[in-house]
């Protein structure tokens, strides 16, 4: 399967601080990434999608002035949580798509992130 | 009601058991079908991926797709203990629309 490079896999930080969690595809483009979120003993919630060079789009309920992704290349994609909250705390887990779209899809290992 | 509907268990079983897991789903545009397995503070790993409806089998784990019936399923056999995780279904309408998970469900497969 695809190589997919996410980090940190753990961070802390304390409330009102930003953190960036990077997500790597190592051996293929990425024209198309997804950021998932996962709250204990939940299923992956999509969050956003970006396409390269383009604005992301946020699913209903997300605030994209809160989760800022940049995708500006075709290898590295970005997510900042800004201003983290105790209630940001969760597992944030990446997952590229690139052409031709056989309709697998890879993830990151995920980001663990504890705001305190 | 849910577009992907999977019992989150947990399941419970003893070493060398088959294993069935299974979800339903109502959006017949659904076309392509994936079981991810994920432990605990990992991201999801890809086990199997099927297009069409019928079998599809890949040492230990066999997926089974019914698109009449909007039901698909994974079979491990011989549990291993190395198996507890939770298993996602996943699908897709394909294109780049976005892909639909079912709850997960956990499964503890014990000596």
């Known amino acids: 399967g695809a190589v997919v490079s996410q980090h940190p896999s753990w961070v802390i930080c304390k409330s009102g601080t930003s953190v960036k969690i990077e997500c790597r595809s190592l051996?293929?483009?990425?024209?198309?990434m997804f950021w998932y979120r996962q709250f204990p003993k939940q299923s992956l919630m999509l969050m956003a999608t970006?396409?390269?060079?383009?604005?992301?789009?946020?699913e209903q309920g997300v605030e994209k002035d809160k989760f800022l992704i940049n995708h500006a290349s075709l290898t590295l994609s970005t997510l900042t949580v800004t201003s983290a909250h105790p209630e940001d705390s969760s597992f944030y887990i990446c997952?590229?798509?690139?052409?031709?779209?056989?309709?697998?899809?890879?993830f990151g290992e995920g980001s663990r992130l504890t705001v305190l | 009601q849910k577009e992907v509907e999977q019992d989150p268990g947990p399941l419970s079983v003893p070493e060398g058991a088959i294993v069935s897991l299974n979800c339903t789903y109502s959006?017949?545009?659904?076309?392509?079908f994936m079981w991810y397995r994920q432990y605990s503070r990992k991201g999801p790993e890809l086990l199997m991926y099927?297009?069409?409806?019928g079998n599809k089998e890949d040492g230990r784990f066999t997926a089974q797709v019914d698109k009449s019936s909007k039901y698909i399923s994974l079979f491990i056999r011989d549990s291993q203990p190395s198996d507890s995780a939770t298993y996602l279904c996943?699908?897709?309408?394909?294109?780049?629309?976005?892909?639909?998970f079912g709850a997960g469900t956990r499964l503890a497969v014990h000596p």
């Open positions: 997952s590229p798509r690139g052409r031709p779209n056989t309709g697998e899809l890879f």
């Open positions: 051996d293929f483009q990425a024209t198309t």
């Open positions: 970006s396409n390269e060079g383009s604005k992301a789009t946020y």
């Open positions: 959006n017949s545009a659904f076309q392509y």
């Open positions: 099927t297009y069409s409806s």
């Open positions: 996943a699908m897709i309408a394909g294109g780049y629309n976005k892909l639909i």
